[in-house]
């Protein structure tokens, strides 16, 4: 039996000679693995494999049986084309931190409409980014993904009173707390006004330097790291690094 399904690539990996492993968040399973056979052959080289680029959005009809790992794929088309994201050295490499957060984050293959509906949209929205906006893109996704896992950071109640951000609790404080895990000062505030954008579109408000970014998504990524077992080290972020100068 075959389903319709659409999906986004997370990451994918060679099997063999001519075949990959592809991770996916699809709209009607959750997250999936699937075995693709034959899809780096020399003939019409690229043709294919371009498809299973991590952020490719797809259209899929695939076989699934609830009870296997690895699944299969009887079609694959676009979804969505983007414009930049597959050939803009920038853009790609925040749609690439963009899908090893989810990877890293994502633990069960639980359908999840609103998370998959968030990613397509987020991905979306960056292909269309203007720089500025592109630039913040990774905080905001950073810091909206937690919502669909079940540690939201909250905003705060009134941001003249807090004195700190709590990353053990996800609250803004008016006391700081008793353990080291928190932030305060400029980076507190900036993140106080981030949490205010409700979409993608809000990122070009936001006037921040290359310092700043990086502080605030390296206290993001410590988050993470407390809310999530084994979380481990990003390593898209380098690359992003990298690309940024």
Request: glycine fraction near 4%.
């Amino acid at each position: 039996m075959t389903h319709k399904t659409k999906a986004i690539v997370i990451k994918t990996v060679k099997y063999g000679e001519t075949s990959i492993v592809a991770s996916m968040l699809t709209s009607l399973f959750g997250l999936q693995t699937y075995l693709i056979n034959g899809v780096r052959k020399q003939q019409k080289k690229g043709e294919k494999s371009i498809l299973y680029q991590p952020g490719a959005i797809l259209d899929l009809v695939v076989y699934h049986q609830d009870q296997k790992n690895l699944q299969r794929i009887k079609e694959a088309h676009w979804a969505h084309i983007h414009e930049h994201i597959l050939s803009d050295v920038i853009k790609h490499s925040i749609a690439s931190f963009m899908m090893e957060l989810l990877q890293k984050t994502i633990r069960q293959p639980e359908t999840n409409i609103d998370l998959f509906e968030f990613c397509e949209d987020c991905l979306v929205c960056l292909d269309k980014a203007d720089r500025k906006a592109t630039a913040n893109f990774p905080l905001f996704f950073a810091l909206q993904l937690p919502q669909f896992f079940g540690f939201k950071l909250s905003l705060p109640n009134n941001q003249a009173d807090f004195t700190c951000l709590d990353l053990k609790e996800g609250f803004f404080l008016t006391e700081m707390p008793d353990h080291p895990l928190y932030i305060t000062g400029e980076a507190a505030n900036m993140t106080a006004e981030l949490l205010k954008a409700s979409h993608p579109t809000d990122l070009d408000q936001f006037d921040l330097n290359q310092n700043q970014r990086r502080t605030l998504i390296q206290r993001y990524m410590q988050y993470y790291s407390i809310h999530i077992p084994e979380f481990g080290q990003m390593k898209t972020l380098a690359v992003m690094y990298e690309v940024f100068g």
